[in-house]
């Protein structure tokens, strides 16, 4: 298989993870999962909901584009892009935060629009790129393409969590969009593209304090889910309604006493977890473990330009 490096920075027109998704313009929120919206306001979780013993496991995954190819293909050049990705969980228990020895992969992937027949792996000095084919051309379906390996890659991770330690509650850095089947498995949501409350239910957001939660609420569409808002300690302001707030996201199987109880679980435990703003540009929302973790796994990509070089030679062999 023939292709050619782009010169072109690589860490530019890579679409930024959101809570976007194929149904994001298309969904249905119905706010009286929890209580009516008449009785919305403020949830401060009671002194029960405490994680005691009971371990919380966070998982996440980073990823990086190595370079921007251009492949031969049956019908003629298309675009396609080299990355690296690497995911992995660290796990919280009695006040220490351990990255799960077993629970870390990195890969490697080529992703163009070509069928798989067509597609071939590349294989450099250090490491070998495996292919997936890319729905299109465009930089967003590449990124995808590349995003949904190391998603499989956070799923495997939360099975084998879920495998050595039963009772772990898992949190995964990001929409549950596609781990909606885990059992125990939260979502957590940092960043906020899509308003799903309006009118009172916005309002009761806003009024949120630090530790406290709305009432939980379903999303229908093609991905169904539960959620709910948590503010994290911080700085309130006005002038920034969603300052420190995180969504969190649970499967619709999960209902009545349970449903509540996760979500006053992830309420009470979530502020523990909350990062500086003296440490991290991303706090209080990017949480410590998380940050700790994303650190790690960066190393774990090796260097950007040793990786760089590698696939230039390659593309000279071809």
Partial sequence: MRFAIDPWDPSYGVANESDTGPDATAVT??????????A???VSPPGSASLGERAVAFVDGVRRVEARIWVEGPDGVVPGVCASWAAGAVCCSGGVATIHPDAVE??????????????????TRHVTYLPV??????????????QQEMGRAEIRIANAIRRHTP??????????QGREHLAGVVG???THHVAYLAGPA???LGALAPGERTPVFTVTGRFPRHSWYVRLPGAVSSMVPLAGVVRCECPVQVVGDELVALADLLTAALPRFASSPVKDSRAPQNLTPISGLERRLRHRLGDPQVLYRSLRVAAGRT
């Avoid at 009772?167 to 549950?176: E, Q, S, T």
Wanted: proline fraction near 13%; glycine fraction near 8%.
């Fill in 167 to 176: 009772d772990a509650l898992v949190v995964v850095d990001g929409p549950l």
């Fill in 188 to 190: 957590l949501v940092k």
């Fill in 202 to 204: 916005a309002t009761v």
């Fill in 133 to 146: 084919p890319a729905n299109g051309p465009a930089p967003e379906d590449l990124w995808l393409a590349v």
């Fill in 106 to 123: 990195v890969g490697r992937t080529i992703a163009a629009p070509l069928p798989a027949r067509s597609l071939q792996s590349v294989v």
């Fill in 40 to 42: 919305w306001e403020p």
């Fill in 29 to 38: 929120v119905e706010l009286g999962t929890e209580r009516p919206i008449g």
